[in-house]
């Protein structure tokens, strides 16, 4: 053992990695332990979605577990310490009441493979850093692209979410049309001359990473064409191919659409068949925002509201959003490899160019990044441990709790629902008692109240200009009952406002 001055506790260094000696594996047991039953009570004692407490209230409780010295504390002691401060006074999103966001309950075996992951380490950039994990990898990419019905030659990568494959997407999509059009390798020699003429097409409810990637791309916002949307939400077929044809007429470049698959608000599906076959006719690519509606690749009842999906160029499907991952868990799919070429960046210390001779698959040639997680795990563990079927079932639930709530606040009578048939398991609405119009305000302090209280955790969003309340039901446990409990909730909460005067 080594005792010198400068490197003095040795024995204590070994205590804080899992390594194969008998004292990190004794360490891990102990301290594993220790963090389990923490969780436990604290999930034990969660009785609400949120505690409630103001952000002033929080940052007090933080001020003295942010105190850090050069001596240690016991892992016991800081577990104490944080447990209410940080664990309780967390959002918590696994409870039947919390509805605000597209932030999943995330499963056990989900959970319980971050732990393998960190432990484990991998890094997915090259074959040398993960050599199973690649192929782990590889193989849920040939699953994925299986369910969506790609063809053989389709690939992918995981990502950290859907901003990221929303990106990956455009990049390729800018990249290839500027190689056919023009063959201009932009790569290596910057964006071409005509740049400034590109346009990209999507719904005006598209997510914002759509225009935040195209504007990192160098295209500008500008280039950025919102298309109306029907009254389901959807973006307008029609208006797409109108919007196309002014654009060649004024001289400019359409050269990608981005078709949503479950709007983050609405839940709403843009026709993608149409668009499939116009884009095809156009040499357009077609890049699928599938991050929230791709849960559907896996459920008994509602695959069909897919159809079309299988003619994309590229998609993003997020398993952090409706497939019940820890964050950060997603994918990007793309109907044909060659593609890639276009990322892949030879670093002699990495990817060396001999290792693809040698056939040695590094997975940086496929993704913008380079250390990356190896969170195809989590998704390999949970599809073994639940099976497609039951993750299926779960998916389909809260579509159907989704309807009940859509029902349950038109019979009411008091709301108003802006999706009266929801489309996936998101209910957009408002509370519109007699004599309360405009509404906006009272469901603004409608919501902060429940959210202030943690009764209820909704989200709010805005429906022409006017503050609407919206339920996102990603929680299979979340039953009618809780929802018919939050609506209660809403209804008490709205009469107090009006009682006590506040608005209007
Ligand atoms: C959530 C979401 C995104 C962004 O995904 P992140 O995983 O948060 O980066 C993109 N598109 C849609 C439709 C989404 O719902």
Not at 77 to 100: Q, T
Not at 229 to 244: A, G, L, N, S, T
Not at 344 to 350: I, V
Not at 408 to 418: D, N, Q, S
Request: net charge negative; aromatic share 8%.
């Amino acid at each position: 053992m080594v005792t010198s001055a400068k490197t003095s506790k040795p024995n204590l260094f070994d205590l804080f990695f899992l390594q194969q000696g008998e004292e990190g594996v004794q360490s891990f047991c102990t301290q594993a332990e220790i963090v389990v039953h923490t969780l436990a009570r604290v999930f034990k004692e969660v009785d609400q979605p949120f505690e409630g407490l103001t952000v002033e209230e929080i940052k007090q409780q933080l001020r003295p577990v942010m105190d850090i010295h050069e001596e240690a504390q016991s892992l016991y002691e800081v577990m104490k310490e944080i447990e209410g401060p940080i664990l309780k006074n967390s959002l918590h999103v696994s409870h039947e009441r919390s509805m605000a966001h597209l932030h999943c309950p995330p499963v056990l075996p989900g959970v319980l493979a971050e732990l393998m992951i960190g432990a484990l380490n991998q890094s997915m950039d090259s074959w040398d850093q993960s050599p199973s994990a690649t192929y782990v990898e590889e193989e849920l990419i040939r699953y994925w692209t299986q369910l969506v019905q790609f063809p053989e030659g389709s690939d992918g990568v995981f990502t950290s979410g859907g901003t990221q494959s929303n990106y990956m997407g455009l990049l390729l999509a800018r990249d290839a049309y500027c190689l056919t059009q023009w063959n201009h390798h932009v790569p290596t020699n910057g964006l071409p001359e005509d740049f400034r003429k590109m346009r990209v097409l999507c719904s005006e409810e598209a997510h914002f990473s759509v225009k935040k990637s195209i504007s990192q791309l160098g295209l500008g916002e500008q280039a950025v064409i919102p298309v109306p949307v029907d009254e389901k939400h959807r973006m307008d077929f029609k208006e797409v191919c109108r919007i196309v044809e002014q654009l060649e007429g004024e001289g400019l470049f359409p050269f990608a659409v981005v078709a949503t698959c479950g709007t983050t608000d609405f839940g709403s599906i843009d026709p993608l068949p149409n668009l499939a076959d116009f884009c095809k006719k156009k040499g357009l690519w077609l890049h699928v925002d599938a991050a929230y509606g791709g849960g559907l690749l896996l459920s008994n009842e509602h695959r069909d509201k897919l159809e079309g999906l299988e003619h994309a160029d590229s998609m993003t499907l997020d398993f952090h959003k409706w497939l019940f991952q820890p964050i950060s868990c997603g994918v990007f799919l793309l109907q044909d490899r060659k593609h890639l070429g276009l990322l892949s960046h030879h670093a002699d210390y990495l990817n060396p160019l001999e290792d693809e001779e040698d056939g040695i698959l590094n997975l940086v040639n496929k993704s913008v990044q380079t250390t990356r997680r190896f969170d195809a795990l989590k998704v390999l563990l949970t599809l073994k441990t639940m099976g497609t079927g039951l993750l299926g079932s779960m998916i389909d639930r809260t579509v159907e709790v989704a309807q009940y709530a859509a029902h349950e606040l038109e019979r009411r009578g008091c709301f108003h629902v802006e999706n009266a048939s929801p489309e996936l398991s998101t209910v957009v609405f408002q509370y519109r008692p007699a004599g309360h119009h405009p509404a906006g305000e009272l469901n603004r302090n409608i919501q902060q109240k429940l959210f202030r209280e943690g009764r209820a955790v909704l989200a709010k969003t805005s429906v022409d200009g006017e503050t609407y309340l919206k339920f996102t039901l990603l929680n299979p446990r979340t039953s009618e009952g809780d929802v018919s409990r939050v609506i209660d909730e809403i209804e008490n909460t709205a009469y107090e406002q009006i009682k006590g005067g506040t608005p209007h």
